[in-house]
């Protein structure tokens, strides 16, 4: 009767060990969509722009529909080359 019951412990042990790695899985996935989520609330309340920096060294500049940008095209060109200094220069 011992054998059985050693078996009986390994396939309790095995299942214990699927229900682990399912376990981890599934909040490894919960954890990946929080940060996607988190993600695109950033890039929304940004209005779609990624960058911190004056819109003149973007490479999207030229296209850009933003107010932001916009504004920036509005700029005689050489206030927005001084902008995009201070701000390289700031961080």
Do not use: I
């Amino acid at each position: 009767m011992y054998p059985v019951r050693k078996e009986h412990d390994a396939m309790e042990e095995e299942q214990n060990r699927r229900e682990f790695l399912r376990r981890v899985v599934r909040g490894a996935g919960l954890v990946g969509l929080s940060g996607l989520c988190g993600v695109l609330v950033a890039d929304a309340r940004n209005g779609g722009c990624v960058r911190t920096t004056v819109c003149g060294g973007c490479p999207a500049f030229s296209g850009c529909r933003l107010p932001k940008a916009q504004t920036a095209r509005d700029l005689p060109s050489a206030q927005r080359s001084e902008l995009n200094r201070t701000q390289n220069e700031h961080g």
